[in-house]
Structures are given as structure tokens and as C-alpha cells.
């Protein structure tokens, strides 16, 4: 990993000036202010009178020694970071539900059970589980160049690998391939937060949390909208395999693409912290903090113990729901693969404009408790109409109501992210996020094998209304939880803040004046 030395960057000050402010007592090399007692031990150093300044005398524990975090500036590199991991996600995402979108398809082609073909998405959802522990640690040890870099390389990787499985004896090697793709999703997923956090300012930050899952829910719409189109319902094998390979060729060219520019554009954090809460979180990093001990202090957190599990049932409905939707249309619109598809979309497209419409509400509202709430309650809502009107014989209502549902139920999924920050400031933004999708794997597992089931025995009625219980559930405990906004109180500017602008101003103009003196 290539990081950023910040003593290359160019200074703000003289050699005189910086002299000056090392040889002064009066004045201090850093005047960093604590909100939170916990900051203490990382106080400023006065400098020495001696005019040399001592070794020990750093103003945080940080390895670099020259950064500054009093300097609170947003990089414009930060839309390029954001929209770069969108697309890498978004592909990653894509070949996640490229299966379950023409299940039928591949059930004929490598002639195995529906099981098998599920099992091609929950794969997904098992290896997050196993994996997000280590990679949370990789990210807290190794930062979030490197995490992105082997991420967007596993989804390469993944997506080369299903090339050899174009023959109905491999199906092996589609799993491996799947297996592969599905451990780069560990590298994505717990990273929304904590890019927004590290590249964007307050006012930005919900909404750059939204753009990255808007990433990936645009990759699971073309999932849901391409595979139809370029994998018809045809009898003929070695057709059928030609259409395959043209898309793994597709996905693999564009993922090969992704990576190149990751490795190229990606950066580790920009040279100034982008808020108040950012450089506080900077100055409290300690190397020698414990990993299990964050872990533990996470789970002595009622309250984001209580969002853990409301944002588990919800994306986990949403991920058997989108596991299962194909199956559901066609039982009872049969040979509507592609109208299959196109409702999926509806639900996907709409959920991304529920995404940013929330995340520019949070940047300007911070109502984060208030509106997981209403979103949570609407979405069970939509829940309940979707099941009712699924089995009505009417095509267009369908798309009404699953598009309804899904700007609710997918537009929750930053809400979540960004409560979750807020709960647990300062702690580190991927362990809360992973904490957050690992419940959501082992809900999207159980729900998806039970609805599968109550689907193949009882019908799709009784399987929404499985999920529709536990969206219940789910709305009653997110009334419970807490809105206590950490990091909301450490942006806050108070009186401490502002005098310590004030003083830097007048301590450079004093710096000046002395270094004349001097010369």
C-alpha cells in the first residue's frame, strides 16, 4: 500500500515562521481541543524553551508527525473516491443476483434443483459472515487503499474464473468463481460509512453514504435487467452457452477496467480531515487500542445492539425477497422471465431514489431515529400490499406496489449505516457497518431457506406473510432504540472551538512580527 507522506505536501508557513513558533513559549505547537475527555491523553505539547523542539512532543499520536488535523478542509478528489467505489460495488452486486434473475435458465442448463441455484446468492451471505471479523481487522490495520484494491481485485478474479464453467458438467466451477466474487463482497460492504466519514464533511456525509449503496443497488438492477436480455429461455445448449460466455466476458472486461482505475485513482485518506468529528477520531486513534475490546464496547451498546437487529430484518427480507422474486412472478404469471426482471428493477430504481432523497434529508434534518422509524413503518406497509395484490392477475399493479415497497425497504439501507455511525462515534465506521451486514447475511439466509420452503409447500401468500411478521418485529424495536447522536455533538462548533480559531489567527500574525525580529 502506497500512502500519502504528508511531508511532501507543500507548508503554510515559512521556515521563519515555523522556527518561531518552536522556539516561542508561549506559544503551542498544536492547540488541539478535546470534546470528550477520552481525548485527554492526546493533548498538545507546548514547545520547548529551549528553541529545539523535543522528540516526544508530538501533538497526537500519529505515525506521519506533520499532519494537521486543526485544518478542517474537504478534498475535491472525494467524488471521484465515492463514485469509483459505486462502481466497483455495483458490479460486485451485479454478478450477486445474475443468477437468481434467470434462475429458471441456469436450473436447465446445468440441470440442478432451485436449491442449488439459491445457494449461488446465499453463498454471498455465508462467507460475509465467516469473513467480516478478519477484513473489519485488515481494514483497521492495512486502511482503506489497500481493502479497496483487494477487494475490486477479488471481483476481478471471480468474474474471469465463471469463463470456465461454460459446459453443464462445471457447474463446480460456477461456485468457485461465485465463491471467489462473494469474498470480494466482504471488502465492499462494511465500507460505505467509513468512506463517507473519511472524505466528506457534515453536511455531505449522509448523502455520500447514500451514493454508495445507490452503487450497489444499481448493480443488483442490472442484475435483475440485463441477464434476461442477454441469456434468452432457449432449448439449445450450446447457444445457450454462447449467450453465457457473452456475458462473463461483459462483466469481466468491465471489472478488469475497475480495478485498473482503483489501483490508479484510489487514494488513503485526503491531506485534511473533512470535519470536526473526523480530526477528533484522528487524534484519538491509538495503535496500541484494543481490536476485541472495540468489539466488546460495541456490544455493551443497547442501542446499536437494537439497530443490529432491525437492520438485519429488514435487509434480510429484502435479500430473500430479491433471491426468490423470480420464482414468485412466475408461479403466477408464468413465462414472464422478462416482466420477472423488469419488477425487480422497479423495486431496485425506486429503492435508489429513496436512498439519496434519505440521505439528503439527514444532511439537512439529522433526524436520524425519526426517519428510520417512518421509512421502517412504511416499508412493512408496502409489505403487506405487495402480498395482498401479487396474486391478482394484474401485471401493472404488481410493478406499482413492488416499486412502492422497495423505495422504503432499499432506501433504508443507509439510514442504517449512518445511525449506526452516529451510535457509535468513535469507533470505527467498518466495524459498526460490517457488524450491521453480517446480521443482515444471517437474516437474508434464514429468511431466504424458509420462504423457499413455505414458497415450494404453501405458496407465496404464506411466504410474504412470513417476512411481514418479522417486519413487524422489527418496527416495534426500532420505537425502542435510542437517538444518541455522538457524532452529531462532535460537530457541534462551541465556544472552545471558536477561540481557538481566533487564537491561531492572531498567533500567525504574531509569528510574523517575532520572525522580523529574529532576521
Same mark, same amino acid.
Given at each position: *500500500? ?44 507546548? /514547545? ?16 506521519? $508527525? ?21 462502481? +466497483? %460495488? *455495483?458490479?460486485? /452486486?451485479?454478478?450477486?443476483?445474475? @443468477? ?7 436450473? @436447465? ?6 436449491? /442449488?441455484?439459491?445457494?449461488?446468492? *446465499?453463498?454471498?451471505?455465508?462467507? +460475509? #459472515? ?66 463517507? %466519514? ?21 448493480? #443488483? ?50 491531506? @485534511? ?8 477520531? +484522528? ?7 484494543? =481490536? ?18 432491525? =437492520?438485519?430484518?429488514?435487509?434480510? /427480507? ?9 420464482? *414468485? ?19 431496485? #430504481?425506486? $429503492?435508489?431514489? &429513496?436512498?439519496?432523497?434519505? &440521505? ?7 433526524? =436520524? ?16 400490499? =405487495? ?18 415497497? &422497495? ?17 457509535? +462515534? ?29 414458497? %415450494?409447500? @404453501? $405458496? ?13 418485529? &422489527? ?45
Amino acid at each position: *500500500m502506497v500512502n500519502e507522506d504528508p511531508n511532501l505536501e507543500e507548508r503554510d508557513v515559512t521556515p521563519e515562521q515555523e522556527f518561531v513558533l518552536q522556539a516561542d513559549p508561549s506559544m503551542s505547537a498544536h492547540a488541539n481541543v478535546s470534546v470528550y475527555p477520552r481525548s485527554s491523553t492526546h493533548s498538545s505539547t507546548l /514547545a520547548q524553551p529551549s528553541g529545539l523542539a523535543s522528540p516526544s512532543s508530538s501533538a497526537h499520536p500519529s505515525s506521519s $508527525g506533520h499532519e494537521d488535523f486543526t485544518v478542517i478542509k474537504v478534498s475535491k478528489r472525494r467524488w471521484a473516491v465515492v463514485l469509483l467505489f459505486s462502481c +466497483y %460495488s *455495483m458490479c460486485n /452486486a451485479f454478478q450477486w443476483i445474475q @443468477y437468481g434473475s434467470i434462475s429458471n435458465v441456469f436450473m @436447465y442448463f446445468y440441470e440442478v434443483s432451485p436449491f /442449488a441455484i439459491d445457494w449461488l446468492s *446465499m453463498c454471498y451471505m455465508l462467507t +460475509y #459472515i465467516f469473513l467480516l471479523l478478519p477484513v473489519a481487522w485488515l481494514l483497521e490495520k492495512f486502511g482503506l487503499r489497500a481493502i479497496s484494491i483487494a477487494g475490486s481485485a477479488l471481483n476481478c478474479l471471480g468474474a474471469w474464473v465463471k469463463l470456465g464453467n461454460l459446459q453443464p458438467h462445471l457447474f463446480t466451477v460456477t461456485i468457485l468463481g461465485q465463491v471467489i466474487c462473494s469474498v470480494a463482497q466482504v471488502f465492499i460492504l462494511g465500507m460505505p460509512s467509513r468512506i463517507a %466519514s473519511v472524505w466528506f464533511g457534515p453536511n455531505e456525509v449522509s448523502k455520500a453514504c447514500s451514493i454508495v449503496v445507490f452503487g450497489n443497488q444499481l448493480g #443488483i438492477a442490472i442484475g435483475f435487467f440485463v441477464p434476461p436480455i442477454l441469456v434468452p429461455n432457449i432449448e439449445d445448449k450450446d447457444k445457450l452457452a454462447y449467450h453465457i460466455h457473452l456475458m462473463f466476458c461483459l462483466i469481466g472486461g468491465f471489472a478488469t477496467l475497475l480495478f485498473i482505475l482503483v489501483v490508479i485513482i484510489f487514494k488513503e485518506k485526503p491531506k @485534511y480531515p473533512p470535519s470536526r468529528a473526523q480530526s477528533l477520531s +484522528y487524534a484519538l486513534a491509538s495503535p496500541d487500542a484494543s =481490536y476485541l475490546s472495540s468489539i466488546a464496547w460495541l456490544f455493551k451498546n443497547l442501542n446499536f445492539i437494537l439497530l443490529v437487529i432491525t =437492520y438485519g430484518l429488514n435487509a434480510g /427480507a429484502f435479500y430473500a425477497l430479491s433471491t426468490l422474486l423470480n420464482r *414468485m412472478v412466475i408461479l403466477h404469471y408464468p413465462g414472464e422471465e422478462l416482466n420477472a426482471g423488469r419488477i425487480s428493477l422497479t423495486i431496485i #430504481i425506486a $429503492g435508489m431514489l &429513496g436512498a439519496v432523497i434519505s &440521505g439528503i434529508w439527514l444532511d439537512r434534518s439529522k433526524t =436520524y431515529k425519526e426517519t428510520v422509524l417512518v421509512v421502517y413503518i412504511i416499508t412493512l406497509v408496502g409489505m403487506v400490499v =405487495y402480498t395482498m395484490t401479487l396474486n391478482l392477475g394484474h401485471l401493472w399493479v404488481v410493478f406499482i406496489t413492488a416499486g412502492t415497497m &422497495g423505495f422504503f425497504m432499499t432506501g433504508y439501507l443507509p439510514l442504517g449505516f449512518e445511525f449506526a455511525v452516529e451510535l457509535t +462515534y468513535p469507533e470505527s465506521e467498518g466495524m459498526s457497518s460490517g457488524l450491521l451486514n453480517m446480521s443482515a447475511q444471517v437474516f437474508g439466509i434464514i429468511f431466504t431457506i424458509s420462504q423457499g420452503q413455505i414458497i %415450494s409447500n @404453501y $405458496g407465496t401468500i404464506h411466504g410474504n406473510i412470513f417476512l411481514c411478521v418479522f417486519l413487524t418485529l &422489527g418496527t416495534t424495536l426500532t420505537a425502542f432504540t435510542k437517538a444518541d447522536l455522538q457524532r452529531q455533538r462532535a460537530n457541534k462548533e462551541n465556544p472552545e472551538n471558536k477561540l481557538y480559531e481566533e487564537e491561531e489567527i492572531n498567533t500567525s500574525k504574531v509569528a510574523t512580527t517575532v520572525s522580523e525580529e529574529h532576521l
